[in-house]
Nanobody
Framework: EVQLVESGGGLVQPGGSLTLTCAASGFTFSIYAMGWVRQAPGKGLEWVSTINSGGGSTYYAEAVKGRFTISRDNANDPLYLQLNSLKADETAMYYC??????????RGQGTQVTVSS
């Protein structure tokens, strides 16, 4: 059974930083592309970032380029997302995602990020 468990969310002031972690199990993590999506209140799912299986190729949504960094540790299975210079409109539930052929196949339960002063 695929399990994706996110952690690291919380309340942060505008301009602050957080590191999200996704613990993956139940599949061979190192052979799948992974990513992060988010859903703000009242809005649809939005792709934030993806990373290929080897970690050498990444994608970022235009809105987060230069501020967020995705990474993975194929030896120990976690996926990370470093969030810097957070903005109030980035308040959302952030989900770890397992990709197949570029599409979201599975996602976790999410971790809440709230950006507010």
């Amino acid at each position: 059974e695929v399990q994706l468990v996110e952690s690291g969310g919380g309340l942060v002031q505008p301009g602050g930083s957080l590191t999200l972690t996704c613990a993956a199990s139940g599949f061979t993590f190192s052979i799948y592309a992974m990513g992060w999506v988010r859903q703000a209140p009242g809005k649809g799912l939005e792709w934030v970032s993806t990373i290929n299986s080897g970690g050498g190729s990444t994608y970022y949504a235009e809105a987060v380029k230069g501020r967020f960094t995705i990474s993975r540790d194929n030896a120990n299975d976690p996926l990370y997302l470093q969030l810097n210079s957070l903005k109030a409109d980035e308040t959302a539930m952030y989900y770890c995602a397992k990709l197949v052929s570029g599409n979201l196949q599975e996602r976790g339960q999410g971790t809440q990020v709230t950006v507010s002063s």
